[in-house]
């Protein structure tokens, strides 16, 4: 059974940072695309960083230069460091499958509140 479990939110002030983790059972953030999405408040989840199995990765505009997703293939995790993060960064956060198609279950989340 595969198990996708996020960490690592929290509260930030603006211009602060955080680093998320995800910690996958049961498939391999290495063999696939992986990656990070959010959901705000009374919004859709949308993806908003991806890794692909080359290394390659690609970001939606409002967090490129600020959002730095990555994976550790020997501890199977995959990670996002937020830099400069904005009130709306606020969201709750996820990892999964980069292809929507395939998204695994979805776990809880980790939540990240950007405010003064």
């Known amino acids: 059974q595969v198990q996708l479990v996020e960490s690592g939110g929290g509260l930030v002030q603006p211009g602060g940072s955080l680093r998320l983790s995800c910690a996958a059972s049961?498939?391999?953030?290495?063999?696939?695309?992986m990656g990070w999405y959010r959901q705000r408040p009374g919004e859709q989840r949308e993806l908003v960083a991806a890794i692909f199995t080359s290394g390659s990765t690609n970001y939606i505009d409002s967090v490129k230069g600020r959002f730095i997703i990555s994976r550790d293939n020997a501890k199977n995790t995959l990670y996002l460091q937020m830099n400069s993060l904005k009130p709306e960064d606020t969201a709750v956060y996820y990892c999964n499958r980069a292809l929507r198609t395939y998204a695994y279950s979805w776990g809880q989340g980790t939540q990240v509140t950007v405010s003064s």
């Open positions: 049961g498939t391999s953030v290495r063999e696939f695309n």
